[in-house]
């Protein structure tokens, strides 16, 4: 039988975690709330063209350069852009990486009741960005959680 590098991690624990992390983002406006005070806290700056004035985007806590009209959600460019599964539910996932590192994608697909797959390639993705040599804001944030 081969051993696996990863321990697996104390359920009562990881489950705890979970209500902690439930009990701060209730919903999906919570995470994108979340998201929006840590991309834009220095302000906002367009993607596109550099303007700094922006008003009020078409979805909810998204930005609109008031100068080349592009639309700045507060998703993009983050590990969350174009996410097919539910903001909060890759919350999910972000949050026990960050908080247990050597936890299974296993042990999150029976915590979450989701395909192990799904979470296997979140994770990885979430593993990758925190392997980059860049500083990440909001996994930085996701750390003191």
Known sequence: MQQSNQKEIDQPE?????QNFSNRFKTDESCL???ASIK???GFVCSHCGHINYCKGKTQYSRRCTRCKKEASPTA???????????RT???IVYLSCKFPDITSSAISRQLDMRQM?????QKKVKEC?????EDPILKEFSKI
Do not use: G, N
């Open 40 to 42: 834009w806290k220095e």
């Open 130 to 134: 925190l392997k980059s040599q860049r």
């Open 77 to 87: 460019q983050t590990l969350f852009h174009r996410c097919k599964i539910p903001l």
């Open 14 to 18: 990881v489950t705890v975690a979970l």
């Open 118 to 122: 799904t979470c296997y390639h979140f």
């Open 90 to 92: 890759a919350f999910k």
């Open 33 to 35: 709330r979340f998201l």
